[in-house]
């Protein structure tokens, strides 16, 4: 089976900038998560969505917003971006059912902001 | 209260020795804590997770210990090898939130050839 599918890998943006990030899950899953990874605050929990629609929401502005599709695709966007969105993208699928907490890291996008 | 408390920051081991990390937390309706590892470049990679069910779980070579009262749980690695240097995160959730993990801040482990 296909891991998680990040796209893209790398991005280099201004600030005032918007950038859209993708994820792909793995095959049945039906829950995909958004994390953010800096060096200085470890990694955040940003939203989750599940059949479409948002399960959970972290403590992020709303500059950070995200959607998922049918196929259980996900999209995040950041909006007039600054410097400190510089970090690590981390989507994460799983299976969303009784007793399968289990998430599944995609490689992340490594957003720069200049 | 959503917090998750992880030591060392770093740790050095020499090979083939014992690699202990530790994680505390403060929210008792977590119920679900795995333990990641990530490579520089890399997503975060499931090692091991447990349930309070159970005081302790072993897979190879990693074993995690789990003390409910005292809510807190730990990460053993024997015989530690080079191939193990990568950053260690606990983490946690709750029923309610399965979506959402909360991450320690994380220990970068070093084991010397």
């Known amino acids: 089976k296909a891991g998680v599918t990040q796209t893209p890998r790398y991005l280099i943006k201004t600030r005032g900038q918007q950038v859209t990030l993708s994820c792909s899950p793995i095959?049945?899953?039906?829950?995909v998560s958004w994390y953010q990874q800096t060096p200085g605050q470890g990694l955040q929990f940003l939203f989750e969505?599940?059949?479409?629609?948002?399960?959970n929401k972290g403590n992020f502005p709303g500059r950070f917003s995200g959607r998922q599709f049918s196929n259980s695709r996900s999209e995040m966007n950041v909006s007039t971006l600054e410097l400190g969105d510089s970090a690590l993208y981390l989507c994460?699928?799983?299976?969303?059912?009784?007793?399968?907490?289990?998430?599944?890291f995609g490689p992340g996008t490594r957003l720069t902001v200049l | 209260q959503q917090q998750v408390k992880q030591s060392p920051q770093s740790l050095i081991v020499q090979k083939g020795g014992i690699s202990i990390i530790n994680c505390a937390y403060e929210n008792t309706a977590f119920d679900y804590f795995p333990w990641y590892q990530q490579f520089p470049g890399k997503g975060p990679a499931l090692l091991i997770a447990?349930?309070?069910?159970?005081s302790e779980k072993k897979e190879g070579r990693f074993t995690i210990s789990f003390n409910k009262s005292a809510k807190q749980f730990s990460l053993h690695i024997m015989d530690s090898q080079p191939g193990d240097s990568a950053t260690y995160f606990c983490?946690?959730?709750?029923?309610?939130?399965?979506?959402?993990?909360?991450f320690g801040q994380g220990t970068t482990l070093q084991v010397k050839p």
């Open positions: 983490a946690a959730s709750s029923p309610s939130n399965t979506g959402k993990l909360i």
């Open positions: 447990i349930r309070p069910d159970v």
């Open positions: 095959s049945g899953h039906r829950s």
């Open positions: 969505y599940f059949s479409e629609t948002q399960r």
């Open positions: 994460a699928s799983s299976l969303a059912g009784p007793g399968t907490d289990t998430q599944y």
